[in-house]
């Protein structure tokens, strides 16, 4: 029962974070968590409840992206901005190494998310991407979020 009401606080508290503060809102805030949480009564008595490294490792992700997503932004704004416009679009194909459906998604959703790519296919193991320009593609091949997402991967293993 302790457990419960945790979670519906960390619930309610997410709520007001994404709706703000309000009347309503947290009446239908209550309502809505309340249901998820009953939806999900089962899934402790069945064993598979939260799991503290991945919600750690998702946090981490979470924080990561938001930060390359503000240095993207800038950059994008800068290369956008500048007098001589040097965009040069380029498309660029290459395989993550990622096998779970689920982290594909989460790598496609943050390239599309982060300014100046666009995910413009997910073939398999292939993802082919758009950049403003050459710069930015390799950025996106190397980028130290492949490795975080194949670490999640092996530890779901």
């Known amino acids: 029962m302790l457990r419960t009401i945790f979670y519906w606080f960390c619930l309610l508290g997410f709520w007001f974070m994404l709706a703000g503060i309000s009347l309503a809102s947290g009446a239908a805030g209550a309502v809505a968590t309340l249901l998820v949480l009953w939806l999900n009564r089962n899934l402790a008595a069945e064993g598979r409840g939260l ?88 950025k996106i091949v190397q980028w130290p979020l492949l490795n975080l997402l194949r670490g999640m991967e092996e530890d779901n293993g």
Not at 105 to 116: C, E, H, K
Request: with cysteine; aromatic share 6%; proline share 6%.
């Open 51 to 138: 799991c503290t490294p991945k919600i750690i490792s998702f946090l981490f992700l979470g924080l990561y992206l938001l930060g390359q997503l503000i240095l993207a932004g800038l950059q994008t704004a800068k290369l956008v901005l500048s007098p001589k416009l040097q965009l040069q679009p380029v498309l660029v194909t290459f395989n993550p190494g990622l096998k779970s459906g689920f982290l594909k998604t989460v790598l496609a959703n943050s390239i599309t998310l982060t300014p100046g790519t666009l995910t413009v296919a997910v073939k398999g193991e292939k993802f082919t991407v758009h950049a403003l320009n050459l710069s930015a593609a390799q």
